[in-house]
């Protein structure tokens, strides 16, 4: 059963958004994704003026996390970046220290996700499956492998290397 909110990506963003959207899709433990999700404009503007950080954009806009997830178990917040030189401009420091202090304020635990750290065998595995989810996507045989992976019927390693159908069967 498709997760809430899970259904749909919003193809604007960035490569490395749409890989984490579909990592977290396929995590058992994520019930439910929201994406760019808005922080409390009160506490980050209280954070901005505690640390001395000029509030991102102005003091009438919040700032957002790239996804925020339900968990089975609680919540968890991901910043994502392309890659790591976003950390060698000050200002995007800045503002990444406040997102994971306004995350640490409430308890929940904050991860900062770079695109070269992502597994991407995995991604592309996951990626490929998931095209099958529904089974009106079903056409072949190999579609069939690719919705009993999505659904978790068939249990393989996604993470080391492509699936290879023809093997499965």
């Not at 990592?23 to 994520?30: A, N, S, Y």
């Amino acid at each position: 059963r498709p997760k809430p909110h899970c259904a749909l990506f919003h193809h604007g963003s960035s490569s490395c958004q749409k890989y984490i959207w579909y990592l977290l899709r396929f995590d058992d433990e994520i019930e439910d994704i929201y994406e760019q999700y808005p922080l409390d404009l009160e506490i980050t503007l209280e954070l901005s003026r505690k640390y001395g950080i000029l509030h991102p954009k102005n003091t009438f806009t919040p700032m957002t996390t790239d996804f925020f997830g339900k968990k089975k178990d609680g919540y968890a917040a991901y910043s994502v970046k392309n890659d790591r030189s976003v950390l060698d401009k000050r200002r995007n420091v800045e503002k990444l220290f406040l997102e994971k202090m306004y995350w640490d304020q409430l308890g929940i635990e904050f991860h900062l996700v770079f695109k070269e750290d992502l597994n991407m065998t995995l991604v592309n595995n996951i990626m490929d499956v998931v095209t099958c989810y529904d089974p009106k996507n079903i056409f072949d045989q190999f579609d069939k492998i690719r919705y009993k992976i999505a659904h978790k019927m068939i249990d393989i390693d996604l993470e080391s290397k492509p699936i290879n159908y023809r093997q499965i069967m």
